[in-house]
């Protein structure tokens, strides 16, 4: 029970982070986890279960379009991303740029 609550709080946390960062002076990167799940989010945060995939980016919103590229909704490509996680949607929807993006 206490290992899920030090989880929620850390992924609360990397969202909120997303969320209202921003634009910050900080470099943002794109992560993946082994099944293809990707995430915008700060170089500093913690990866929680994914690598470093492509970064650094001096904003959110080039992470963002970066990771809107890297998109294979058919799967036939494993080196992208084939979801994204809820808080990279919600943060890359303040920079106005759709994941996944729309075809």
Request: glycine share 6%; proline share 2%; net charge positive.
């Given at each position: 029970?206490?290992?899920?609550?030090?989880?929620?709080?850390?992924?609360?946390?990397?969202?909120?982070?997303?969320?209202?960062?921003?634009?910050?002076?900080?470099?943002?990167?794109?992560?993946?986890?082994?099944?293809?799940?990707?995430?915008?989010?700060?170089?500093?945060a913690a990866l929680l279960g994914s690598e470093p995939f492509k970064g650094p980016f001096s904003t959110r919103g080039a992470a963002c379009a970066e990771a809107s590229k890297q998109y294979d909704p058919d799967l036939k490509d494993p080196s992208k991303c084939t979801a994204y996680e809820v808080g990279s949607i919600a943060g890359c929807a303040i920079d106005q740029i759709p994941l996944p993006p729309k075809s």
């Open positions: 029970m206490r290992g899920s609550v030090l989880f929620f709080t850390a992924l609360t946390s990397v969202i909120l982070t997303l969320i209202t960062a921003g634009n910050a002076a900080e470099e943002w990167m794109v992560a993946k986890t082994p099944k293809g799940v990707c995430n915008v989010q700060l170089k500093t």
